[in-house]
C-alpha cells in the first residue's frame, strides 16, 4: 500500500501546481495507458495505467505538454510500478477539423520500483532514469469542446548502460479550454 502512495503523491502535486496555468492552457488530457517495454537486463513487461497531460498553446500549431503517468504489472513473480513525469514540444495539424493529428517529443523522468513480498515482508528497489518519448496521435472531436485521443509512443530510458525501451498506447478524453475546435 505505501508504494503505490508513493507513486501517487508526485503525480497529484504536478496535477496541482499545473492548476494556476490551467487559464493559459490548451487542453487536458486524462486516461487508460498500456506500456510495454524491455531492458538489457530483464524481461519484457506489459503494465496498464493511466496518462494524463496539459498542453500549454505557444504559437499556432506549437504547444509545450506536461505528462505524467503510471502503470502497475508484475513480471515473473516482481510487482513493477513506474511513474513518468516529462515534457516537451507538441505540434498540432488540421486544429478545427474533425479529427486533428499531432506529434510530440517528451522528455523527463522514469522512476520505476520492483517488489517481492516474501511472507510478511516486501523487498523492494527504486531506480530513477532519464527518459524520452517519441510519438503522436489523433484527436476525434466528439462536442464543441470534448475529443477522444488515440496516442501511441516509442519510450526509451538510459542509466548506468542499462538501457529500456518499449512503447505505450493511450486512449481517452480531452477537454479544451478557451477555444472551439
Known amino acids: 500500500m505505501r ?7 508526485p503525480a497529484l ?8 496555468v490551467a487559464g493559459a492552457a490548451d487542453d487536458l488530457f486524462g486516461g487508460y495507458s498500456y506500456e510495454r517495454s524491455h531492458s538489457s537486463s530483464d524481461p519484457s513487461v506489459s503494465r496498464h495505467g493511466w496518462n494524463a ?10 504547444a509545450l505538454v506536461a505528462d505524467a503517468s503510471g502503470h502497475y504489472g508484475s513480471s515473473e513473480g516482481v510487482d513493477r510500478e513506474q511513474l513518468t513525469l516529462m515534457g516537451g514540444p507538441r ?17 523527463g523522468l ?7 513480498k516474501v511472507l510478511d515482508v516486501t523487498i523492494s528497489e527504486d531506480q ?16 464543441p469542446r470534448w475529443a477522444v485521443r488515440l496516442e501511441g509512443d516509442y519510450e526509451r530510458s538510459s542509466k548506468d548502460g542499462d538501457t529500456e525501451s518499449g512503447f505505450r498506447a493511450c486512449v481517452g478524453a480531452v477537454y479544451r479550454f478557451g477555444r472551439s475546435p
Open 13 to 20: 502535486a504536478v496535477l496541482c501546481l499545473a492548476l494556476p
Open 3 to 9: 508504494c503505490r502512495m508513493t507513486l501517487r503523491v
Open 128 to 143: 530513477s532514469r532519464f527518459g524520452m518519448l517519441f510519438g503522436g496521435g489523433l484527436d476525434v472531436t466528439v462536442a
Open 110 to 116: 522514469l522512476r520505476e520500483k520492483g517488489g517481492v
Open 53 to 62: 497531460s496539459l498542453a500549454i498553446g505557444l504559437a499556432g500549431p506549437l
Open 91 to 107: 505540434a498540432s495539424f488540421l486544429r478545427g477539423g474533425k479529427a486533428s493529428p499531432f506529434v510530440h517529443a517528451l522528455f
